[in-house]
Each structure stands twice: as structure tokens, then as C-alpha cells.
């Protein structure tokens, strides 16, 4: 089990703020605003950086920034809103040589719209138009993309020397790895039966 590994106490900073972490995993800098870019420059003259996660628990994935050892931003990616995830190999730009793996995830949120249709109603004498107002289901898309590398940095983009940490945050990401892909088949099993039940109401 990953929160067995000694690798996560030198990620306490992380693991008292999010509970059940699985596996941490280094990604890709994201592009930061203006305000986010001032802000680094300001820190880094206290020597603090900026490293970003991903990490994985049972219920969730969270999208996490850290500037020296304090969250500076993180997202929740609830499990039962994924809608699809694709696993793929990139080049890191201006590394050639470097092959990484990349995670692309859309999530699915269902939110309520109330609107008015004109309907027909058949009266005794004649077909009269009514305004009704019903609820209409609007799913709403995100899509979140993840370059993984191959070993988890510490606080402040410090690499590890500990020989043992370096390999348990490798298997780190294979952990990642493997649970995306079992939600992989749990979601393409979930839209084989949700076509079968829309195929059947269409047939009856």
C-alpha cells in the first residue's frame, strides 16, 4: 500500500491536509496567471518553489500546487464525475529523448435548468397552446490534462537522494497508472449499460 511507503512523510505538508493518498505523483507545471507568476517571484527569494501533484485516493484525484511546504491550490476530481480518461506517451518539449506518460481526463456534471415550452392540450371544443415549465438535465464537460514524471520531486522541486524513496515514488505512478486504467473499465462497463437500458426504453 502506498501510504505504507516512507517516501510520504517527507510530503506531511500534503498528507495532513489530504487524507487516504494513495499515490503523489510529480506533473507538469501548469501555464499560472499573472498574479500566480508575481507571487513565485516573490517566494523564490525565500528559496520557496512551486511543485505541482497529482494524487490519487480512493474516492478522488486531486490536482494539487505547492509553494514550499504550504498547499497553494488544489482541486478535487470526484471519481463518480469522471467521464472518460485516456492514458498516452508525450515527448517533453525540448527533450527529445524523453518519453513521459499522459493522462487526459473528462469529467462529466449534471446541472438543473428550468425552461418553458409551449405545449398543445385537446380540449372539448377546441386545441388550446399552454406555457409549461419543467426541469431539463444540462451536462456540463471539463477536461483536465496530466503529464506524469517519472519520479515524485520533493518540496521546492528538491530531488530525492534517499535511493529506496526514489523507487517507491516510480511505483507510485505505476499505482496511478493502474487505478486509472481500472477506472477505465469501470466507466466504459457503466456506458455499455447505460446503452442497453436507452436501447431497451427505445424498444419497448
Same mark, same amino acid.
Given at each position: 500500500m502506498a501510504n505504507q511507503l516512507s517516501i510520504l512523510s517527507s510530503f506531511t505538508h500534503i498528507t495532513r491536509e489530504i487524507e487516504g493518498i494513495n499515490a503523489l505523483?510529480?506533473? *507538469?507545471y501548469p501555464e499560472l496567471s499573472s498574479f500566480q507568476s508575481f507571487g513565485d517571484s516573490f517566494s523564490k527569494i525565500f528559496g520557496n518553489k512551486r511543485a505541482?501533484?497529482? &494524487?490519487s485516493t480512493p474516492q478522488s484525484?486531486?490536482?494539487i500546487q505547492t509553494v514550499g511546504e504550504k498547499i497553494a491550490k488544489k482541486e478535487v476530481i470526484s471519481i463518480n464525475e469522471i467521464d472518460d480518461i485516456k492514458i498516452s506517451n508525450t515527448t517533453l518539449a525540448g527533450e527529445r529523448n524523453v518519453s513521459l506518460q499522459e493522462v487526459n481526463i473528462t469529467t462529466k456534471k449534471i446541472t438543473y435548468k428550468t425552461i418553458k415550452e409551449k405545449v398543445e392540450v385537446q380540449t372539448e371544443k377546441k386545441i388550446k397552446i399552454q406555457t409549461v415549465t419543467k426541469? #431539463?438535465?444540462v451536462p456540463v464537460f471539463q477536461e483536465y490534462s496530466f503529464t506524469l514524471f517519472p519520479v515524485t520531486f520533493l518540496a521546492n522541486l528538491k530531488y @530525492? $537522494? @534517499?535511493q529506496t524513496e526514489?523507487? $517507491?515514488s516510480v511505483e507510485m505512478r505505476k499505482t496511478l #497508472? @493502474?487505478?486509472l486504467q481500472k477506472l $477505465?473499465? *469501470?466507466? &466504459?462497463?457503466k456506458k455499455l449499460i447505460e446503452q442497453f437500458k436507452a436501447q431497451e426504453m427505445t424498444t419497448a
Amino acid at each position: 500500500m502506498a501510504n505504507q511507503l516512507s517516501i510520504l512523510s517527507s510530503f506531511t505538508h500534503i498528507t495532513r491536509e489530504i487524507e487516504g493518498i494513495n499515490a503523489l505523483v510529480s506533473v *507538469k507545471y501548469p501555464e499560472l496567471s499573472s498574479f500566480q507568476s508575481f507571487g513565485d517571484s516573490f517566494s523564490k527569494i525565500f528559496g520557496n518553489k512551486r511543485a505541482v501533484y497529482l &494524487a490519487s485516493t480512493p474516492q478522488s484525484l486531486v490536482h494539487i500546487q505547492t509553494v514550499g511546504e504550504k498547499i497553494a491550490k488544489k482541486e478535487v476530481i470526484s471519481i463518480n464525475e469522471i467521464d472518460d480518461i485516456k492514458i498516452s506517451n508525450t515527448t517533453l518539449a525540448g527533450e527529445r529523448n524523453v518519453s513521459l506518460q499522459e493522462v487526459n481526463i473528462t469529467t462529466k456534471k449534471i446541472t438543473y435548468k428550468t425552461i418553458k415550452e409551449k405545449v398543445e392540450v385537446q380540449t372539448e371544443k377546441k386545441i388550446k397552446i399552454q406555457t409549461v415549465t419543467k426541469t #431539463i438535465e444540462v451536462p456540463v464537460f471539463q477536461e483536465y490534462s496530466f503529464t506524469l514524471f517519472p519520479v515524485t520531486f520533493l518540496a521546492n522541486l528538491k530531488y @530525492n $537522494q @534517499n535511493q529506496t524513496e526514489i523507487l $517507491q515514488s516510480v511505483e507510485m505512478r505505476k499505482t496511478l #497508472i @493502474n487505478f486509472l486504467q481500472k477506472l $477505465q473499465v *469501470k466507466i &466504459a462497463d457503466k456506458k455499455l449499460i447505460e446503452q442497453f437500458k436507452a436501447q431497451e426504453m427505445t424498444t419497448a
